[in-house]
């Protein structure tokens, strides 16, 4: 296997599938069994799980609510999908933890750096709720901000795109796709792949991210069985 520990990446519109709004549970199920099919590989396996398939906390501060406030429900929002997503999981036999930024001992574990290692050491999934538990930061950074702690090998950031174009390839037919890419090239070409906040940090740190369609069957094992799929960000 090309990695030994990764962090999954995932949005929260990814887990809505078809629907409008909301959680799709033909779309998580697929998602469980791809993961699983990696767990079963011995790939240390962490998650972190936007929240705007329920609620964006920058739409809500734009509509007049309070950031700081609007914020808080968008951690909550990713609790949500959290939880969604240990269930289809654990019905699929893998074990589980959810660990919460923000304090809610009722549903997830408190975020704990060592504990959090340990049960990635066990073999469990360990998915990463609240954010970084603080407003103003999106669940990108938080996912750099985990990966990092955990010394994840990787960043894996599942999307509806095969990775990195030179412009949106839904609206622009002559975009082309990269199939590997520098942070500094990234930044030249103004390209979208995090927000400036997650992706300096993770330049920093020299972790590497690749972009891939998550909607793909297999596309997450071909990747840590270090196939070239989507698009690699490093230095």
Known sequence: MQYKRILLKLSGEALMGEKQYG???????????????????????????????????LAGASSGMDRVQADHMGMLATVINGLALQSALENTGVQT???????????????????????????????????????????????????????????????????????????????????????????LKGLKVMDTTAFTLSQENELPIIVFDMNKKGNLLKIVDGQKIGTKVNL
């Open 97 to 187: 933890r959810l660990q919460s930024a923000i304090k809610i001992n009722e549903v997830a574990e408190p975020f704990i750096r060592r504990r959090a290692m340990r049960h990635l050491e066990k073999g469990r999934v360990v998915i990463f709720g609240g954010g970084t538990g603080n407003p103003y930061f999106t669940t990108d950074s938080a996912a750099v901000l985990r990966a990092i702690e955990i010394e994840a090998d990787v960043i894996l950031k599942g999307t509806r795109v095969d990775g990195i174009y030179t412009s949106d390839p839904e609206k622009d037919k002559n975009a082309t796709k990269f199939d590997s890419i520098s942070f500094a090239d990234v930044l």
């Open 23 to 57: 959680i799709d549970g033909k779309r998580l199920a697929e998602y469980a069994e791809e993961i699983k099919e990696v767990v079963e590989r011995g790939i240390e396996v962490a998650i972190v799980i936007g929240g705007g398939n329920i609620f964006r906390g």
